[in-house]
C-alpha cells in the first residue's frame, strides 16, 4: 500500500477538506483514507487521541497523575496539588475540537483547589470548563461498556484505620475503568462532514471517576454562585445533556447516572427533583458506590435550607461514615461542618464527639479531613457549651495548619470564625478592647474573607462576594424587571439561614462588605417604574445599609443589642414575638438587660463587659434575626399612618441623581431633581450669603439679598407643580442626603424672595432614615433630671462670662445636675439617672473613625464616653441629647457628603436615644444661651419639638449684643441692632425627633390615619 507523505504536513484544521469531494472512486477515496490514516497515527504521537480502531490498554484516562494530584489534595498540600493538577490536564486528551471527557475530574479538582485558596474566579472557570465538556460530549453516557461496571461475586475488604461507623458500609463493587467505545465507523458521508475523524475503537476509560468530578463540579457550581446557579444556562445545558442514554436498562449504570444527576439538580436548584434522584440512587442494593457521598451530601444540604435543619445531621453524619469508607475524605470534613450547622445545644455533643472519632482516624489518611473535622468538631463543641473540648480541638487543627506541607488558608479562615466563638463564650467581644481575642481571630477570619490576595493580586474569597461582583457586571446590560428585583432582593438584606448552617464566613463576610450596589439598583428599578411607595422604601433600604456598613459585624451586634434592650413598643410587634420565644443566648442578655442595676460604677461597667460578651456570642451564632436597629420602614402601613397636614420629604443621592418623595394624604410623589453637581455650591453660596464660615468681611448680611439664593435652590429642588406651598402642610419630617444635611429648609421661602420662610408656617423636623420618622428607638425618661456637659463655649476667651452663662441653664431648671461635678460618670454609663443631657462644648468629627468621637469633652480620654460606647451596653441612655457645638462640613472650606451628621444621629438613635439636637455650625455666645435657657425649661415636659419650635421664636425676637457673639467679627462689632432673627444664629440646628404615638394616633382620628 502506497504511503503519502505529503499528507503528514495537513495542519488540523485542513481536516475539513477531505470533506470537499462529493463522488469517490475507489482510488480517490483508498487516497483519502491513507492520508487520514497517517494524520490520525501522527494525532496519537501528539495527544490528539486514539488511532484507526484497535484497543488501548495502556492508557489511563484520566491519567496517574490526576490521582498523584488527588492525594496531594487530601494531604493538604494545595500547591503541590495544583501543580499536579496542571500536569494531569496536559496529559489528557486533545484534538482539534478540544479536550476530551478525559480533562472533566482534572478540571473539578482544579476548581476545589481553587475553592479552598480563596481565588473564586479561578475556580468558577474551571467549573465552566467542567460544564462545557459535558456539553461538548453530549451523548457520552452511551459509549461505556456497562454491563461490566458491577463486578458480580466480588467481595470488597473492610478499610482499615477507621471507626466502626465508617467501617460498617457496604461497599458495592464497582469495576470504575470500562471499555469504552471511542469514535465512529468511517463511511462517505462521514468523511464529506470532515472535522475531527476518529474510526471506532476501544478504550480503557474510569468512567466512573469522570462522572464522580462532574458530581464534584456540580455540588461545588452550587456552593459558588447561589441563587445565580439557578439562571446560569450552561448549568441547564450540562443537565440536559446528561440525560439517561437510550434503551439504558441496566440498574446499577442507572444507578450511577441518577446520583450525578443528582447532583446537577442540585447545581440547577432543583431542589424537589434532587431529593427525589438522590433518594433513589444515593445507595444500591443497600451499597454505596463512588457516588453515594456526593449524592447525600446535595440530599443533606438541600434538608439543612428547610425549616428543620435537624434532619440533615444524620444524613451529613452518613456522608462522612461513606466517604471515608470510599476514601473520598475531603467529603467528611464538608458533611461534619454542614452538621455541626444544624445541630442545637441538645445535639451538638454528639457531632463534637463523631469529628473528633474520625479526625483521629484519619490523621495519617488525610490531614485536610483531620483538619477540617477538627474544627467543625470546636464548631460543635461552642454550641454545646464544652469549650474544654472546644480549645483542645482548634489547637490540634492550627497545629496542623502550621506545618509546612498544609496549606488550607480556606479552612484557617473557618477556624478563626471558631476561635472567635470560643473567645466570646470565655467572657471576651467585639470592639470593647481593641486587643481582644475575639478581635484577633475576627482580623485572621478578614483577612482571608475579604482582603484575600496572589502575589498583590486581590481576589475575592467569599461566594456571595463573588455573587455580588456578578451582579454588579451585569447592571446595565442585563438586569431589569420584577424577576431582577427578586434577586438583587436576596442580596440587600441579610444571609439566608442555610448560607450561616453551611459556612457562616460566608455569611459573616456578606453582611461586613459593602451592599450599595444592589440597593441602588433596587432603587433604580422602582424609580424607572415610577413606584413611588417602592422607592421610598427602597431609599430607607439604603440609608438604613449606609450606616450598618460602618458598624461591628455590618450591624448584626447592633441587632442584637437593640433586640434585648428594647421595648416591644419600640422593636415592634414580630420582632418582640421572635425575642419572647427565644432561648439560650437572647433568652439570657434580655434577663440581663431587665435586671437592677448593680451597685457602683465597677459593679455596672461589670455588668456591661458580660452583656456585651453574650452579645457577641449571638451575633457570632447561626441565627436569623429581625432587622430591628436601625428599624426598617413598613411603608404599607407608615405612609397610611403619617398623620393630616404632615409631609415626609425624602432625598437621596446616589450614582450622581437626587431622588426625592414626598409622602402626604396617603400618597408618595416621586421626582428626580436635575444638574446635581450644581447644588452643593448653590448651598455654600447660601450659607455664605448668611454668615456661615466667612472669614473675612462681615459676618452678617446687611440686607435680605440671600433670599434670591434661596428662592433660587427651593425651585431646584421641588418640581413647579409640586411646592410645599400646595399642600397647606403644618408639619414637615425631611430626610436629607449628602450635601442637603448641610441645607436648613426653614430658611427657603415658600414663594417669592417677599414671602414667608418655610420654618414660619410649616414645624420641621429631620430624621436620618424614613424608618427613624415612625419608629422611635428609645421610650420616654424616667428621669426629668437634665445634665449639662460644659466647656468653654458660650464665651472662649471670658472665663467668668462663660461659666456664668452655663450656670444661668443649670439655673433655669428645676432638676439638673453639672457634669462630672455633680456625677462623675462617662456619658456612656449615665444610665438612666438623667432624662436629657445638654453638651456645651465644641465637638469636630473625625470621618475615617466617626464613632471613637467623644460625646463630652471631659470624657475625653475614656473608653466609655465615645458615640461607639453609647451603642453598646448597657442598655440605658437619656432620651434627648443636645449637641449645639457639634461642627460639621458647613463650617469649613468646603462643604462635604454630610456623613457626619448622618452617622452621628444614627449611632446616638441606634443608642436608645430619642430626640437628638445637633449643630450644622457652632455659633455659641449670648444667642446660643438664649435659645437653650427656654428650651430646656419645657424640654422635661413638652418635648424636643415642641420646645425648640418655642426658643427659637424668643430666640428670634431677641435682641443681641455684638460683643457677646464671639464668632462675630470686628466689622460687625459696629452694628448698632442686631437681631436674633439673622438665620445664622437660628437656622443651624437640626431636630431629629421621631412622630409621637398621638402624633400618628390623634384622638377621633379618622380611617387615613389607620394602618
Known amino acids: 500500500m502506497q504511503s503519502f507523505p505529503e499528507a503528514k504536513h495537513l495542519e488540523p484544521e485542513q481536516l475539513s477538506l477531505l470533506g470537499l469531494p462529493r463522488l469517490f472512486t475507489a482510488g480517490v477515496l483508498l487516497t483519502v483514507l491513507h492520508a487520514t490514516c497517517a494524520v ?22 484520566p491519567s496517574d497523575t490526576y490521582f498523584e494530584g488527588l492525594q496531594y489534595y487530601r494531604d493538604g498540600d494545595l500547591p503541590t496539588a495544583v501543580r499536579a493538577f496542571d500536569a494531569a490536564l496536559r496529559d489528557t486528551r486533545l484534538d482539534i475540537n478540544g479536550r476530551w471527557i ?44 456497562w454491563a461490566s461496571v458491577l463486578q458480580g461475586g466480588a467481595v470488597t475488604s473492610r478499610p482499615p484505620g477507621l471507626w466502626p461507623a465508617a467501617t460498617a458500609v457496604n461497599r458495592l463493587p464497582i ?6 467505545m471511542s469514535g465512529e465507523l468511517l463511511t462517505e458521508q462521514v468523511i464529506a462532514r470532515g472535522g475531527r475523524i476518529e474510526e471506532r475503537n476501544i478504550k480503557i476509560v474510569n468512567v466512573v471517576e469522570i462522572m464522580r468530578g462532574l458530581a464534584v463540579a456540580s455540588y461545588r457550581r452550587r456552593m459558588l454562585l447561589g441563587p445565580l446557579a439557578e439562571q446560569d444556562p450552561l448549568t441547564s445545558e450540562a443537565l440536559d445533556s446528561t440525560k439517561y442514554p437510550a434503551g439504558l436498562q441496566i440498574p446499577v449504570a442507572r444507578t450511577l447516572i441518577g446520583a450525578m444527576r443528582a447532583t446537577e439538580r442540585f447545581s440547577n436548584h432543583d431542589d424537589k427533583q434532587c431529593l427525589a434522584d438522590a433518594s433513589k440512587s444515593s445507595v444500591f442494593n443497600n451499597s454505596a458506590h463512588p457516588l453515594s457521598p456526593l449524592a447525600m451530601l446535595c440530599q443533606a444540604s438541600v434538608i439543612a435550607e428547610s425549616d428543620k435543619p435537624v434532619m440533615a445531621v444524620p444524613l451529613a453524619v452518613g456522608v462522612a461514615n461513606m466517604a471515608a469508607n470510599l476514601g473520598q475524605y475531603e467529603y467528611v470534613g464538608e458533611a461534619m461542618q454542614l452538621a455541626a450547622g444544624c445541630v442545637d445545644e441538645t445535639q451538638a455533643g454528639t457531632i463534637r464527639d463523631a469529628s473528633a472519632v474520625a479526625a483521629t482516624a484519619l490523621l495519617r489518611k488525610s490531614r485536610l479531613a483531620s483538619m477540617h473535622c477538627m474544627i467543625a468538631g470546636a464548631d460543635a463543641a461552642v454550641t454545646a457549651a464544652d469549650l474544654n473540648s472546644a480549645e483542645k480541638m482548634l489547637a490540634e487543627a492550627q497545629a496542623m495548619a502550621a506545618r509546612r506541607d498544609v496549606v488550607q488558608p480556606r479552612l484557617q479562615a473557618y477556624g478563626a470564625y471558631v476561635a472567635a466563638r470560643i473567645a466570646a463564650a470565655q467572657g471576651g467581644s467585639i470592639g470593647v478592647n481593641q486587643a481582644s481575642e475575639v478581635d484577633k481571630a475576627m482580623a485572621l477570619m478578614r483577612e482571608f474573607a475579604l482582603n484575600r ?11 456571595r462576594i463573588y455573587q455580588l461582583q456578578m451582579i454588579g457586571q451585569s447592571i446595565g446590560k442585563q438586569l431589569g424587571g420584577e424577576s431582577s428585583d427578586r434577586l438583587l432582593e436576596k442580596y440587600c438584606h441579610n444571609p439566608p439561614i442555610e448560607l450561616w448552617r453551611r459556612d457562616p464566613v460566608d455569611a459573616l463576610s456578606s453582611m461586613m462588605i459593602d451592599r450599595t450596589l444592589p440597593n441602588t439598583a433596587r432603587l433604580e428599578i422602582a424609580a424607572a417604574g415610577k413606584m413611588g411607595p417602592e422607592v421610598l422604601a427602597r431609599m430607607d433600604d439604603l440609608l438604613r445599609h449606609r450606616f450598618e456598613r460602618r458598624l461591628a459585624l455590618g450591624g448584626r451586634l447592633t441587632q442584637v443589642r437593640s433586640l434585648a434592650r428594647g421595648d ?32 457602683g460604677v465597677d459593679g455596672v461597667m461589670l455588668a456591661a463587659r458580660q452583656m456585651e460578651s453574650l452579645a457577641t456570642q449571638v451575633a457570632l451564632s447561626r441565627i436569623n434575626l429581625p432587622d430591628t436597629m436601625l428599624p426598617p420602614l413598613q411603608y404599607k402601613t407608615a405612609i397610611a399612618r403619617i398623620p393630616r397636614d404632615t409631609g415626609l420629604l425624602t432625598f437621596l443621592s446616589v450614582n450622581k441623581r437626587l431622588y426625592a418623595t414626598l409622602a402626604a394624604e396617603g400618597k408618595v410623589q416621586f421626582w428626580s431633581v436635575g444638574s446635581v453637581n450644581r447644588i452643593p455650591a448653590e448651598i455654600g453660596r447660601l450659607l455664605k450669603a448668611v454668615g456661615v464660615g466667612k472669614l473675612r468681611g462681615n459676618r452678617m448680611p446687611e440686607d435680605d439679598s440671600w433670599r434670591k439664593d434661596a428662592v433660587k435652590l427651593r425651585r431646584h ?9 400646595t399642600q397647606k ?38 430624621a436620618a432614615t424614613p424608618g427613624l420618622a415612625f419608629h422611635p428607638t428609645g421610650m420616654p425618661a424616667t428621669s426629668d433630671v437634665v445634665a449639662i456637659a460644659a466647656d468653654k463655649f458660650f464665651a472662649p476667651r471670658d472665663i467668668e462670662l462663660n461659666e456664668s452663662m452655663t450656670q444661668s441653664l443649670a439655673d433655669a431648671v428645676t432638676d439638673s445636675i453639672r457634669l462630672p461635678q455633680d456625677l462623675n460618670l462617662p456619658t456612656g454609663l449615665l444610665t438612666d439617672k438623667v432624662g436629657h443631657l445638654l453638651v456645651t462644648a465644641p465637638s469636630v468629627p473625625n470621618l475615617s473613625s466617626p464613632f471613637a468621637i467623644s460625646v463630652a469633652t471631659y470624657d475625653q480620654k475614656l473608653p466609655d464616653g465615645t458615640l461607639g460606647a453609647w451603642m453598646r451596653f448597657p442598655a440605658k441612655v437619656p432620651e434627648s441629647v443636645l449637641l449645639p457645638g457639634f461642627r460639621s462640613a458647613a463650617d469649613g472650606a468646603k462643604l462635604g457628603g454630610g456623613e457626619e451628621l448622618f452617622l452621628t444621629i444614627c449611632a446616638l438613635q441606634s443608642a436608645g436615644v430619642r430626640n437628638v439636637m445637633i449643630s450644622r455650625w457652632i455659633v455659641g455666645g449670648e444667642s446660643t444661651a438664649i435659645a437653650l435657657r427656654e428650651m430646656l425649661q419645657e424640654l422635661p415636659f413638652s418635648g424636643m419639638l415642641a420646645s425648640w419650635t418655642r426658643a427659637r421664636a424668643i430666640l428670634r425676637r431677641s435682641e443681641l449684643d455684638p460683643a457677646a457673639e464671639p464668632l462675630l467679627t470686628k466689622a460687625d462689632q459696629e452694628i448698632t441692632e442686631l437681631s436674633g432673627d439673622q438665620p445664622f444664629f437660628w437656622a443651624g440646628y437640626v431636630i431629629a425627633a421621631p412622630f409621637s404615638e398621638s402624633e400618628l394616633n390623634p384622638p377621633g382620628a379618622g380611617p387615613t390615619n389607620q394602618p
Not at 444635611?741 to 410649616?762: A, C, K, N, R, V
Request: hydrophobic share 40%; proline share 7%.
Open 40 to 61: 490520525s497515527l501522527l494525532a496519537q504521537g501528539g495527544g490528539l487521541g486514539g488511532g484507526l480502531g484497535g484497543f488501548e490498554p495502556s492508557s489511563s484516562y
Open 102 to 145: 478525559d480533562a472533566i475530574p482534572v478540571y473539578a479538582m482544579m476548581a476545589e483547589c481553587n475553592w479552598h485558596l480563596g481565588d473564586l474566579a479561578a475556580a468558577h472557570q474551571n467549573l465552566d470548563n467542567v460544564y462545557r465538556l459535558a456539553v461538548a460530549h453530549r451523548g457520552w453516557l452511551g459509549q461505556p461498556e
Open 175 to 180: 469495576k470504575s475503568r470500562l471499555k469504552f
Open 453 to 463: 490576595k496572589n502575589r498583590n493580586r486581590p481576589l475575592i474569597s467569599m461566594p
Open 568 to 599: 416591644d413598643a419600640t422593636i415592634g410587634k414580630e420582632a418582640a414575638s421572635f425575642r419572647n420565644k427565644a432561648t439560650g443566648g437572647i433568652k439570657t442578655l434580655r434577663a440581663a438587660v431587665l435586671a437592677p442595676p448593680p451597685a
Open 717 to 725: 429642588l421641588f418640581p413647579d407643580d409640586m411646592t410645599i406651598t
Open 729 to 766: 402642610f403644618k408639619h414637615l419630617v425631611i430626610v436629607p442626603d449628602s450635601s442637603l444635611w448641610y441645607l436648613p429648609f426653614e430658611m427657603l421661602p415658600l414663594g417669592d424672595e417677599t414671602s414667608d420662610l418655610i420654618g414660619d408656617q410649616i414645624s420641621v423636623r429631620y
